[in-house]
């Protein structure tokens, strides 16, 4: 077949061009209508962020830990999973000292865990004094990801509570009731991002 745009080629309508089957242009539009319909009813339809003002949003009733401000979280774990959550924040060093010392509550007040923020990298550890609750901890470096998770046991008023050491510098670290980290999408390799930060 002659190439439509060689040297003397007609241009305009009657110029020839490549045959096409009728079953490929079919198959494009197909698949054209197919992409349509499902955009178009996704189109302005907003998706509901946690809110994580007390009283929570819908059916998720939370009441916050007193001291303690919160923070709406964006956690993509591993596999590429998405979670928006509300955590509990503790940002000062005195909210960080106290952490969840003496909760029992397993649902946190509502909350998927407690978020612990440092203005720079730390490297120092954790520990569970006058903690009753088992916990699970997630370890979170400058750029979100998780480098290291571990579980921490109850420890009493005593000085000799065993302490819990990160992989690596971090920047955040997340506790939570002991093993639900997976349930927020926390484990090696998640990335966290605070909301509006």
Known sequence: MPDAHAEGAPDGPGARLPRVGWRLVLGVLLAVAGAVALVVPALGRKVAAP????????????????????????ITDPSGGAHDLCMLAASTSRQQERGLMQVTDRTLGGYAGMLFAFTQDVSGPFWMRNTPMPLSIAFIDRTGRTISVADMAPCGATGDCPYTYPAGPFRWAVEVPQGRLASIGLGRGSVLRVVGS
């Open 51 to 74: 809110t994580c003002a007390a009283g929570g949003s819908g059916s998720t009733k939370r009441t916050p830990l007193a001291g303690f401000n919160t923070v709406e979280v964006h």
